[in-house]
C-alpha cells in the first residue's frame, strides 16, 4: 500500500497531464527518445517485476502508460560491461568492454547513439559515475556526453567520497545534479528530436539517501536510494514537459541488481545469481505499444536498442544478440523458441585472480560454468522454477544430466565469438593510477 499519496498522485497527473495536453506528437515530429538507466537497481523493489516495496510513483506511472517486463535479465553484472550491452544490443563478449576500469567500448562497435545520430537526432548522455567516464568508450554517438562528476555538484551532498576510509572526491555525483544538467540541455535542444540517456547511480553502495527518503526508509536506506531517485525523475518529467509526451518513448532500466546476503554474497560483480542480474525493464510509447501490460516472458537489457530502434521504424542490425521485444509488448506470439540469456563477470580475475563466471538462463534453468584460464573449473545448475533462490545445485543429479547438456551447448553457442578491449596495456591487466584510486573509491577493488 502506498505510504505517501502526495508523492503518489503528484506524477501521475504529471505524466497523464502531459499526455491529455499532446495527445499526439506533431505528424513532423520524429519520437524523442528517453533512456534513463538506474545503476543497481533490483527488480524485486519495483511495482514492476517485484513486490513494490519501495514508494515509486513516477516508475508505476511510466509503467501504466507503456509494458512492464517482470523478467529482465542483464549480461552482466558490471556497470561497463552491461552499459555496454544496453546501449549496443551485444553480450559483453561481442562488444568486448567486459569490466570496469580495465576494459572499453571499441570504435568499431556501433551504438544506439551512433544510429540515432546518423539519423539526425540530437544525442546527449548525462552519467552519474566514474565507470561511465568517457575515455571507457561510450561516449560514441553522443554529441554531449557530460562525465564532468564536479560540475553542479551540490554543496554538502559528496556524500559517496568516503569509500572504506578514502577521501577520494567526485567518483559519482547524485541524481539531482545530473537531472538538472540534463534539463538544461533538454530546453536548449528544441529543433531536432532527441536521444537522451540519463544514468542514476544514487542505489549504488554506500547507501545515504538525503531526506525525507532516510527518514521514510530508516534502516532500509537502498530503498531511499530508490524512492529518492524515483522522485527526482518525476521532478524532471515535470520540467521537461511535452518533449516526452504521447507518441515518444521512455525506457527504465537497470545495468544490475544487488545481492543482500542472498547465496552468501553482498553486493554485485563476481557471482550471476538472480539479485544481481534480475533487473526492471519498463518501455512506453503510447499509441504503439499497449498501456499498463505486464510481459512476464524472459527478455534480456540486449534487446533494449534493436526495440527502440525498432519503435522508430528503423530496421535493427540483424547481426546483434538481443531483438525488438515489440511483437512480444503487442501481445504477438514468438517465432521460434524464446532467446535465452547469456551473462558473464570477469569481474572476479580483476580482483585476485579467482574464477570468471559465464551463464545461459532460460525460463526455467540457470547453468552457470567458472571457468580459470580458460579450463572449466565446476559447473551449477539451478531449476529456477522450483528453485528461485539458487540453493540447490543440480549440475550432478544424473536426471537433469540432459538439461546441463543442452544449457552447456548452448553457452558454447553464445560465447563462440571473444572479444576483449583492454582500455590500455599496463602490462599488468590491472587497473593504474587516477583509473585505480577511482575503482578504489567505488568499492571494485579490495
Ligand atoms: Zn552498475
Known amino acids: 500500500m502506498r505510504t505517501n499519496p502526495v508523492a503518489w498522485v503528484l506524477p501521475v497527473v504529471l505524466v497523464a497531464g502531459v499526455a491529455c495536453r499532446s495527445p499526439v506528437p506533431e505528424p513532423s515530429r520524429p519520437p524523442n527518445v528517453l533512456l534513463v538507466t538506474l545503476d543497481t537497481v533490483r527488480a524485486d523493489r519495483l511495482r514492476c517485476g517485484g513486490d513494490d516495496p519501495v514508494d515509486t510513483p513516477t516508475i508505476d506511472a511510466i509503467a501504466e502508460r507503456g509494458v512492464c517486463f517482470s523478467q529482465a535479465t542483464a549480461e552482466a553484472p558490471i556497470t561497463l560491461a552491461s552499459h555496454s550491452s544496453l546501449l549496443t544490443g551485444l553480450n559483453p563478449n561481442r562488444h568486448g568492454a567486459r569490466d570496469n576500469g580495465t576494459y572499453r567500448l571499441d570504435e568499431a562497435v556501433t551504438t544506439l547513439a551512433e544510429v540515432l545520430q546518423a539519423k539526425g537526432y540530437a544525442t546527449a548522455a548525462f552519467v552519474a559515475a566514474f565507470t561511465l567516464d568517457a575515455r571507457f568508450g561510450l561516449a560514441q554517438g553522443f554529441e554531449v556526453y557530460d562525465d564532468d562528476l564536479e560540475a553542479d555538484h551540490p554543496a554538502g551532498r559528496r556524500r559517496k567520497k568516503a569509500w572504506l576510509g578514502h577521501e577520494r572526491p567526485y567518483v559519482d555525483r547524485p541524481a539531482d545534479a545530473v537531472f538538472r544538467r540534463a534539463a538544461d540541455w533538454l530546453a536548449q535542444e528544441r529543433e531536432r528530436p532527441v536521444f537522451l540517456w540519463i ?72 557471482r550471476l545469481h538472480e539479485p544481481a ?170
Open 277 to 446: 542480474v534480475r533487473v526492471p525493464l519498463v518501455v512506453a510509447k503510447p499509441g504503439t505499444l499497449p498501456r499498463g501490460a505486464v510481459v512476464g516472458e524472459l527478455v534480456r537489457n540486449v534487446d533494449v536498442t534493436p526495440t527502440i530502434l525498432d519503435l522508430l521504424g528503423v530496421q535493427p542490425d540483424p547481426g546483434l544478440d538481443g531483438r525488438s521485444l515489440v511483437p512480444l509488448a503487442k501481445g504477438e506470439k514468438r517465432i521460434g523458441p524464446p532467446p535465452g540469456s547469456y551473462a558473464e563477470t570477469l569481474h572476479p580475475l580483476l580482483r585476485g585472480k579467482r574464477d570468471e563466471l559465464r551463464s545461459y538462463r532460460t525460463e526455467d534453468w540457470k547453468y552457470v560454468r567458472h571457468l580459470r584460464d580458460g579450463v572449466v573449473q565446476r559447473e551449477e545448475l539451478f531449476s529456477l522454477s522450483e528453485d528461485p533462490g539458487e540453493l540447490h545445485d543440480r549440475s550432478g543429479a544424473p536426471e537433469f544430466a540432459a538439461e546441463r547438456a543442452k544449457l552447456g551447448s548452448r553457452l558454447d553457442e553464445a560465447t563462440r565469438e571473444e572479444r576483449s578491449t583492454p582500455f590500455e596495456s599496463t602490462g599488468s591487466g590491472k587497473p593504474t593510477g587516477e583509473i585505480e584510486q577511482k575503482l578504489e573509491a567505488l568499492g571494485y577493488l579490495d
Open 199 to 270: 544514468h542514476l547511480f544514487d542505489a549504488h553502495a554506500p547507501y545515504a539517501p538525503p531526506e525525507p527518503f532516510r527518514g521514510r526508509y530508516a534502516g532500509r536506506p537502498y530503498d531511499g536510494e530508490i524512492a529518492f531517485v524515483d522522485h527526482e525523475l518525476g521532478r524532471f518529467l515535470e520540467r521537461a514537459g511535452e518533449r516526452f509526451a504521447e507518441g515518444d518513448v521512455i525506457v527504465i532500466a537497470a545495468d544490475h541488481g544487488e545481492a543482500f546476503g542472498e547465496n552468501g554474497y553482498e553486493g554485485h560483480g563476481e
